[in-house]
Each structure stands twice: as structure tokens, then as C-alpha cells.
């Protein structure tokens, strides 16, 4: 493991150095890759190409959303981290991918010193939903039919440590059921089959299930928030539901491997900032349930800071029993 990281560290050493002052004002000279971290479809991969297109506009380059799949998000964000610090891979993902899987997996990188924090893109919160074939027409309804079939019911994630997965695990903590996880390689995926009934239920990000919730493919149980989303007023608050505090958002940025320099950093987090600032990427992601942060929280520091916060031994330890359970799953 040593080995591993120390050659980690010269990768990363002679990436920094070859990055010259000229391609750094001049940046950029060709197209961007962002890379997302799950499969084509779930929620990431969406909040990627809604801003994708914006920013490509004001960096006068294409940016092209690529998905690097598998171990919850981690495969994805090590591709930028061993990426050269030009500007040109740059990573997407939320408080899973960039704060949880630091504490599950033995990673070969550390998601707090070896990332360049670029922007604060949105927040949403999670939905309980479930396949319109169980009989439950209410949150009280599905806690009672899962505790009467303890073992037998599935419910898809995005893998362990995945927000889908976390918010699984307090919801089965809070309501003391039994049931049985499924892993996908996005919640995309995931969703395919809750609605074709290979999978029973999920507790998954808004901005993934409103769509197919509006559809009538799927139902909303509660949301994991204080009050209701403006999204959708009609589906209960999880207070409301039954199921006081269980609250869980799931909150998103855009980082760069470490050593980019400042100038790069600064340009990509304008062409963020113009993208959310546009009326047609503000009314969508509103559409799916997701809050965009106010101007001072779109900076690099803030998303550091944020990271950080989470990403520190103390609040992690205060999730230390489910991801113990998220590990044994």
C-alpha cells in the first residue's frame, strides 16, 4: 500500500510540473471531460449534463460528460485524481462519492487533499418510493408490510456508501425492518427495475424518482426533509408521514485533480456559476428538486469547506454504525 501511494504522489508531482504558465492562461485549448461517477440515467450523470452544455458556452469548449462506473463512485473519482492538474478531467459527484466513501473503502487517494474543490453545483433531498404494485398507500402502510415480511423485500442502490445506500440505512434504522439490498452501478439502473418489479422499493434521491413519480410509474412515500419540496407539495414530509427526523439531503459539486492551477480553478468555477445563473438550468433542476446554493456558496473555499466538514473523524463517527452495517451488506 505504501508503494502504491507514493507512486500515487510522483504521478500527481510530475502532473503539476508539466502544467505551464502559458497553457494555464490559455486554458481552454480543447475540449473538457467531466467525469461522473455512476451509470447513465441516475442523478448525477443528469445534474452533469444540465450544466455540461452552459459551460461549454462560456469556456468556449465542449464539455463531454463521460461515465467511469463501479465501487460506489470510487473508480470515477480516482480517474480524475491520477488526471493531469490542466483542467481538462474534472469530476462530479455529491456527499457519498466525495465524503462517505472515505470512510468505507481503503482508497488509494484522499478525497480532501487530493482534489482542487471547484463549485457547490445543488442540494436535494431523498424520496421514499416504491413499485406501484405493493399494497402500501402510505408510510405507515409500507413500514407495516415490510416488518411482515422481514428478509423477503429488495431495495436497489448505487452500491455501498451511495447516498441511495446511506439513506437506506438510517430509514431501516429508524423503522426497524429487515430487507434485503440490491447494488446497481447507479441508481439508474436501479430505477429500471423498480418499476419493472424486480425490486420493490428505494430511497433515492428527488431528482431521480420525481420524473417517474409524475409518470405514475412509481410512488412517493415521504420526503427526507423539514418541509414539503415546492417540486412536489403533494408528497408528506417524512414528519408528516410518520417518520419524525429522519432527514437526509444529498448535496453536489465539481472538483479538479490536485496542483490545477488557480487560474484554471477560477475560470471553471465562472462557467459553473453562469451555468446555474441561467433561468433554463435553474427551472429544471427546480423541476427535479434540487436547491441551487447562493452566490457566496459557489465558491471553491465554500465546497471545501463543506467537504471538509464532513469529511472530518467527528461527524464521521457519528454515521460510524451504518457504515459498519453499509460494509456487512
Known amino acids: 500500500m505504501k508503494i502504491r501511494l507514493l507512486s500515487v504522489a510522483l504521478c500527481l508531482a510530475l502532473a503539476v510540473a508539466s502544467v505551464s ?38 469556456l468556449g469548449q465542449t464539455v463531454l460528460v463521460e461515465d467511469t462506473t463501479g465501487a460506489a463512485g470510487t473508480l470515477g473519482v480516482g480517474r480524475v485524481v491520477r488526471a493531469a492538474p490542466d483542467g481538462y478531467t474534472l469530476s462530479i459527484g455529491h456527499w457519498s462519492t ?7 473503502y481503503p482508497l488509494p487517494y ?35 408490510w415490510l416488518k411482515s415480511h422481514p428478509g423477503q423485500v429488495s431495495l436497489g442502490t448505487a452500491g455501498v456508501g451511495s447516498g441511495s ?11 426497524e425492518t429487515e430487507f434485503t439490498y440490491v447494488p446497481y452501478r447507479g441508481t439508474g439502473p436501479a430505477m429500471q427495475d423498480l ?31 423539514k418541509t414539503r419540496m415546492l417540486a412536489a407539495p403533494e408528497i408528506p414530509t417524512v414528519d408528516e408521514a410518520g417518520l419524525p427526523g429522519l432527514y437526509i ?15 484554471i480553478v477560477d475560470k471553471l468555477n465562472a462557467a459553473i456559476v453562469a451555468a446555474l445563473a441561467d433561468p433554463t438550468v435553474r427551472q429544471r433542476l427546480a423541476e427535479l428538486g434540487q436547491e441551487i446554493p447562493p452566490r457566496e456558496q ?21 454515521q460510524a454504525r451504518a457504515l459498519e452495517a453499509a460494509v456487512r451488506q
Not at 424520496?127 to 409500507?142: G, M, V, W
Not at 439531503?249 to 487560474?263: H, N, Q
Open 110 to 144: 484522499d478525497l480532501l487533499t487530493d482534489l482542487e474543490p471547484i463549485a457547490q453545483i445543488a442540494a436535494n433531498p431523498l424520496l421514499i418510493i416504491a413499485n406501484q404494485s405493493l399494497p402500501s398507500k402510505d408510510l405507515p402502510e409500507l413500514i407495516a
Open 298 to 318: 459557489q465558491t471553491p473555499e465554500a465546497l471545501g469547506a463543506l467537504q471538509k466538514a464532513l469529511g472530518t473523524p467527528a461527524p464521521l463517527q457519528h
Open 249 to 263: 439531503s444529498v448535496w453536489y459539486g465539481v472538483w479538479a485533480p490536485k496542483g490545477t492551477p488557480r487560474i
Open 165 to 175: 445506500h446511506m439513506g437506506a440505512l438510517y430509514f431501516q434504522k429508524a423503522t
Open 195 to 225: 418499476m419493472g418489479g424486480h425490486i420493490q422499493f428505494m430511497v433515492d434521491q428527488a431528482s431521480n424518482a420525481l420524473p417517474q413519480v409524475r409518470g405514475g410509474k412509481i410512488r412517493a412515500h415521504a420526503v427526507t426533509a
Open 98 to 104: 466525495h465524503v462517505i466513501n472515505g470512510a468505507i
Open 21 to 58: 504558465p502559458v497553457a494555464a492562461q490559455t486554458f481552454p485549448a480543447h475540449p473538457i471531460t467531466l467525469v461522473s461517477p455512476f451509470a447513465a440515467g441516475g442523478p448525477v450523470d443528469l445534474i452533469a449534463r444540465l450544466i455540461a452544455v452552459p459551460m461549454g458556452k462560456t
